[in-house]
């Protein structure tokens, strides 16, 4: 099992950057692929990053290409999202997920951070 917990969500301007993390606990961090997600007010969750185990393999949802940047680092059982040129759209609950590699695995969540971006 992993233990996920996100922070770095916070109030910025419209252009403006934030940084999440997620901290994960639990075993075999760097076997799991990680995701970011985001719900959005009235809105389904959808798809905004994916890293795979190693780090390097990266996929992003269209919305977010060029803009946001995932990351991670084993070591210190984290991954990241870069935020860059934020849009008033990016707003929502963003949430980490991590599961491992093969069909029927677990999903795990963490509690979700809020990100706001104001014009």
């Known amino acids: 099992q992993v233990q996920l917990v996100e922070s770095g969500g916070g109030l910025v301007q419209a252009g403006g950057s934030l940084r999440l993390s997620c901290a994960a606990s639990?075993?075999?961090?760097?076997?799991?692929?990680m995701d970011w997600f985001r719900q959005a007010p009235g809105k389904e969750r959808e798809f905004v990053a994916a890293?795979?185990?190693?780090?390097?393999?990266?996929a992003y949802a269209d919305s977010v290409k060029g803009r946001f940047t995932i990351s991670r680092d084993n070591a210190k059982n984290t991954v990241y999202l870069q935020m860059n040129s934020l849009q008033l759209e990016d707003t929502a609950v963003y949430y980490c997920?991590?599961?491992?590699?093969?069909?029927?695995?677990?999903?795990?969540w963490g509690q979700g951070t809020q990100v706001t971006v104001s014009s």
């Open positions: 997920h991590a599961k491992l590699p093969f069909v029927g695995a677990a999903d795990y």
């Open positions: 639990g075993r075999s961090f760097n076997s799991y692929r």
């Open positions: 890293i795979a185990w190693s780090g390097g393999s990266t």
